[in-house]
């Protein structure tokens, strides 16, 4: 009577101590792991981005990530500068194209943003702030030194902006 229960013990031991078992579990974990940290390391991402570009404070609510389909969505995210609120978005969704990544090319085949309210400000001496972040403008003629990598592509198709606010000041007015 012990016999059959021994040996069902022996197999399923061996069943798991099998390569052909734990290889593909433990890659299907990570797979896994990776998908629902992806949003997290998005969120943290843009937080460190705009917080490293000079904002003080910024809120996200929610991000949904899709690597399969090419969708992420934000929602609720508030951007403070210098004690105002430069950015509030009530949601915003990004469709993309997933091939031209490997070309260096983002392409960003539709934008959905609603309920938003940014301030954008241009200074007396030209400089631009964009949700009261100094925006770079590249040099006129992109310096091409043999082996060095050339720069990322960006291209919108098509945006959608509904009930929103853009506040722009400029020294000139």
């Known amino acids: 009577m012990n016999?059959?229960?021994?040996?069902?013990?022996k197999k399923l031991r061996r069943l798991l101590v099998h390569p052909g078992t734990w290889i593909p579990g433990t890659i299907g974990l990570l797979i896994i792991?990776?998908?629902?940290?992806?949003?997290?390391?998005?969120?943290?991402?843009?937080?460190?981005?705009?917080t490293?570009?000079?904002a003080q404070q910024?809120?996200?609510?929610?991000?949904?990530?899709?690597p399969f389909i090419g969708r992420l969505a934000l929602r609720g995210l508030q951007v403070q500068v210098d004690g105002k609120r430069t950015l509030l978005l009530s949601q915003a969704s990004v469709r993309?194209?997933?091939?031209?990544?490997f070309q260096r090319r983002v392409v960003i085949e539709d934008l959905h943003v609603r309920d938003a309210s940014f301030t954008v400000e241009q200074?007396?001496?030209?400089?631009?702030r964009?949700?009261?972040?100094?925006?770079?403008t590249p040099p006129a003629t992109p310096d091409k030194a043999p082996g060095k990598e050339t720069a990322?592509?960006?291209?919108?198709?098509?945006?959608?902006?509904?009930?929103?606010?853009?506040?722009?000041?400029?020294?000139?007015l």
């Open 3 to 9: 016999e059959p229960s021994e040996s069902r013990s």
């Open 33 to 50: 792991i990776v998908l629902i940290a992806l949003p997290y390391g998005i969120r943290y991402g843009i937080q460190r981005g705009l």
């Open 52 to 54: 490293g570009a000079g």
């Open 58 to 66: 910024v809120l996200i609510e929610d991000v949904d990530f899709n």
């Open 96 to 101: 993309y194209a997933l091939w031209p990544l």
């Open 123 to 128: 200074s007396a001496d030209g400089l631009w």
């Open 130 to 136: 964009i949700i009261g972040l100094a925006v770079q």
């Open 152 to 172: 990322w592509g960006f291209e919108l198709r098509h945006a959608t902006v509904l009930n929103s606010e853009v506040q722009y000041s400029s020294a000139e």
